[in-house]
């Protein structure tokens, strides 16, 4: 790596993220304005995933296949789609690069290595999008992490690559840009029964199951802790991305919370839907229980589609109002991390405020800011909603998948199997996670069977 | 050569070799499993992705039921703003 060149512009990686995530964001933003539809602008039925932005054709991904991972590289209509797929590695070249120049380091020793770590992410998509694979949920995180883990332990890392492996940056960049899905408003859609079910619980489940780990089962790591608590009681990976970043877990626990929240979640995927007819729950009930419990938001609309239409709606909104928890909940673990986890009673003594904000981690500021912006635009009006829908659903989110994936494949080969072991053999984490998502199934579907089944019966029912 | 990086790549082609393998023979396979084609099926005639990881990522943005229509539900015994009961209008 060389010298720092420019020490007035150097900015510490948590700026550069937040710099260049909102830049990003107030980019598609701008861009599908710009573009926005001249008749129907506020028909939700013309536009259902908001407007059409010109910035999606910049940025592609590979998609589902079956036999032939060629297949992967056409869209849904059959068409060649490897442009955009390009065009959207090209991105990951060029914020490497970007972050790289805010910080100080050289672009030209960042370039061959962001070049060939978008490669593998693109390979990680192409493994995660074959049908069974894909079908079961077995999201690109855990293909990221394995390709990076497979090349980094067994075949090893060429020192070239070094200047690249920012994987931390990757995903702090990622994450500011999703605090534009993240969306205050959808926390009211289902109104006071979706609010108990997701925000009774949820709070509960997560802080019980973090001091459950941290004083009954004595796991030395509380980061780890709050990372499982998180995925597992708020919407999986993404929310283990989320709290893992504000605690500051390390790579391995992160790759533990989420081996085994994808591990848990094809189970209950396929187990859910079962024992919920022989239980015998109505479909709202039911949806309501799915949507609070299984991690992953597709594998909840999976288990809800497969019991009907309407238990389908209902999972999938209560679990569009759990991720939209998301930032309040990474915030509220920034500060208590930075405010009491992280002080050392022997250190100087300050402020509590002073001393939060020290150790703070500011990247939660951008994805806060632009959750809060992208909420207020939402909230203005019909035409406004699909103008953040159509630049989220059509441009940032796939940038955003791109980069979770890059930073994942970096986290791989940064990661060594023997750090992993000692968290495997010890069995806990897996405990733990079994001990909270059992607390949270029975919570959830008491609260639901209350709210939706009882308090609120004549509103949902006939 | 060095016998080092023989090895790495050694494991690397073995690596390759075990992907191929498993993607490109034993997961087409599964698919013609009776359970696993169901399921793929059910998926794909309702458009859901169930490796979305995030509500944004799914095929269409997941739609309110119909008792939430017109009317948000703040305290029990809600009903819609015509007096009907929210859920039989969908039904109907």
């Known amino acids: 790596m060389q010298g720092v060149r420019h020490p007035r512009m150097k900015l510490q990686e948590d700026p550069a993220a937040v710099v260049i995530g909102l830049g990003i964001v107030l980019m598609a933003l701008a861009v599908t304005w710009q573009a926005r539809p001249v008749n129907d602008a506020g028909s939700r039925e013309r536009h259902p995933k908001g407007w059409p932005t010109p910035l999606a054709a910049t940025v592609g991904m590979p998609g589902a296949w079956t036999d032939v991972p060629r297949d992967a590289f056409r869209d849904k209509q059959g068409d060649p789609a490897a442009g955009p797929i390009a065009l959207g590695m090209g991105w990951i070249a060029v914020i490497a690069a970007a972050g790289a120049a805010l910080g100080g380091r050289s672009v030209r020793a960042c370039l061959p290595g962001a070049i060939l770590l978008a490669v593998l992410a693109c390979l990680a998509y192409v493994l995660s999008g074959q049908k069974v694979i894909k079908y079961y949920n077995l999201e690109y995180p855990l293909w990221a992490l394995a390709v990076g883990l497979f090349l980094g332990n067994a075949v090893g890392v060429p020192r070239w690559l070094a200047p690249a492996l920012v994987g931390e940056f990757f995903i702090k960049t990622g994450l500011v840009i999703f605090g534009a899905e993240v969306l205050v408003g959808r926390l009211l859609v289902l109104g006071l029964p979706g609010l108990m079910t997701a925000w009774l619980v949820t709070p509960v489940v997560l802080v019980a199951t973090y001091l459950f780990g941290v004083h009954t089962m004595r796991i030395p790591s509380r980061a780890l802790c709050m990372t499982l608590s998180a995925d597992m009681s708020v919407c999986g990976v993404s929310a283990a991305i989320a709290t893992g970043a504000a605690c500051r877990a390390k790579k391995e626990e992160l790759s533990l919370a989420i081996g085994l929240s994808l591990f848990f979640t094809v189970i209950m995927m396929v187990a859910m839907p079962p024992v919920i007819r022989w239980m015998g729950l109505g479909p709202v009930v039911a949806g309501a229980w799915i949507g609070g419990t299984i991690d992953a938001t597709g594998a909840v609309v999976a288990a809800g589609e497969s019991l009907g239409k309407e238990a389908g709606e209902v999972a999938a909104t209560v679990k569009m109002i759990q991720n939209s928890m998301i930032g309040l909940i990474a915030f509220a673990v920034a500060v208590y991390w930075a405010g009491w986890v992280e002080r050392d009673p022997a250190g100087p003594r300050g402020t509590l405020v002073g001393e939060a904000w020290r150790r703070f981690p500011r990247f939660i500021l951008g994805f806060v800011a632009a959750s809060m912006v992208c909420s207020w635009l939402h909230a203005l009006g019909p035409e406004q909603a699909l103008w953040v829908d159509g630049a989220t659903t059509g441009f940032t989110a796939k940038l955003r998948g791109w980069l979770f994936c890059t930073g994942f494949v970096c986290m791989g080969l940064q990661t060594s199997f023997r750090e992993l072991a000692p968290y495997l053999a010890s069995g806990r984490p897996v405990a733990l996670y079994l001990v909270g998502q059992a607390l949270n199934l029975a919570l959830t579907l008491a609260v639901a069977s209350l709210t939706f089944g009882w308090l609120f019966r004549r509103a949902v029912e006939p | ?92």
Not at chain 2, 7 to 30: D, E, H, K, M, N
Not at chain 2, 55 to 71: A, D, I, K, Q
């Open chain 2, 1 to 92: 050569m060095c016998r080092n990086d023989r090895s790495a790549a050694l494991r690397l082609v073995a690596g390759a070799v075990v992907a191929i393998a498993v993607w490109g023979g034993l997961l087409p396979q599964l698919l013609s499993f009776a359970p696993v084609a169901r399921h793929v099926r059910l998926m794909e005639k309702r458009g859901v992705d169930p490796a979305a990881m995030y509500y944004t990522e799914l095929e269409r943005l997941p739609l309110p039921p119909p008792w939430v229509e017109g009317c948000v539900i703040l305290w029990p015994w809600s009903t819609a703003p015509n007096g009907a009961t929210l859920g039989r209008d969908r039904r109907e």
